[in-house]
């Protein structure tokens, strides 16, 4: 009989929980993902401009594109003049600390790249940013 108690005691000691490493290894993961910063992309390639005094911006969380035919990208949609501004009061909604920036091309017109600017303010955002290239 003590020769069977003894292993079923050391059968119980070989056996490690791994209950709780998981469960820390699971908060890990989670924490990981939500503190993660994700890039955002406007949706095309754009040929920008090249500036001496490019400077990065780190908060750049609503991308526009605009391509050298004047179409308007916003998340990989092509978007209307008319509906920059909703799209961006949308999305200033749920990143209020995030800026704009216009990706455009070197041939696309001033008029659209003013257009989308003043939609930009009309939005309500202000810090409004022009992307180019460093040389």
Same mark, same amino acid.
């Given at each position: 009989?003590?020769?069977? &108690? ?12 791994? *209950? ?17 910063? &994700? ?7 754009? =040929?920008?401009? @090249?500036?001496? *005094? ?16 004047? @179409?308007?990208?916003? =998340?990989?949609? #092509?978007?209307?003049? #008319? ?6 009061? #949308?999305?200033?909604? @749920?990143?209020?600390?995030? *800026? ?9 017109? *001033? ?25």
């Amino acid at each position: 009989m003590k020769q069977h &108690f003894q292993n079923l005691v050391d059968e119980e000691e070989a056996n490690i929980d791994m *209950t709780p490493m998981l469960d820390v290894v699971f908060i890990m993961l989670i924490f990981f993902i939500v503190t993660a910063s &994700f890039v955002k992309e406007a949706g095309i390639d754009v =040929n920008r401009p @090249e500036a001496a *005094t490019a400077v990065k911006k780190d908060r750049a969380n609503i991308l526009i594109a605009i391509s050298d035919k004047g @179409e308007i990208w916003i =998340n990989k949609r #092509r978007i209307d003049v #008319r509906a920059v501004q909703a799209n961006i009061e #949308r999305l200033h909604a @749920e990143n209020p600390q995030g *800026t704009v920036v216009i990706q455009a091309d070197k041939k696309a017109t *001033t008029e659209t790249l003013i257009k989308v600017m003043d939609a930009s303010r009309a939005a309500g955002v202000y810090d409004v940013s022009i992307a180019a290239q460093e040389q």
